[in-house]
Nanobody, 114 residues
Framework: QVQLVESGGGLVQPGGSLNLSCAAT????????MGWYRQAPGKQRELVAS???????NYAVPVKGRFTISRDNAKKMVYLHMNSLKPEDTAVYYC????????WGQGTQVTVSS
């Protein structure tokens, strides 16, 4: 069984920051590629960032330089630190892992608005 639980979303003004967290309950966490996705109203879910078991990271072009993904294998946690937030970053953010099948958390709402 794999469970992913996100937290840390909320309302923030443009230019602000937010930190998202994802707690995973799965064995072999340290061997898995973890990712953050987001889905805005009326749009498809898209990859925001991913991190390999060794800590190599990949970012979507719109967030590169503003967002940072990290992980703590001992705690089975994945984080997304978001800086310089823009209204277009408004979306539900999901934690993801593929362990034979795709697993998703319940999502956390991020709203960037003045």
């Amino acid at each position: 069984q794999v469970q992913l639980v996100e937290s840390g979303g909320g309302l923030v003004q443009p230019g602000g920051s937010l930190n998202l967290s994802c707690a995973a309950t799965t064995v072999f966490f340290s061997t898995l590629i973890m990712g953050w996705y987001r889905q805005a109203p009326g749009k498809q879910r898209e990859l925001v960032a991913s991190i390999t078991e060794r800590g190599s990271t990949n970012y979507a072009v719109p967030v590169k330089g503003r967002f940072t993904i990290s992980r703590d294998n001992a705690k089975k946690m994945v984080y997304l630190h978001m800086n310089s937030l823009k209204p277009e970053d408004t979306a539900v953010y999901y934690c993801h892992v593929n362990r034979g099948s795709d697993y998703w958390g319940q999502g956390t709402q991020v709203t960037v608005s003045s």
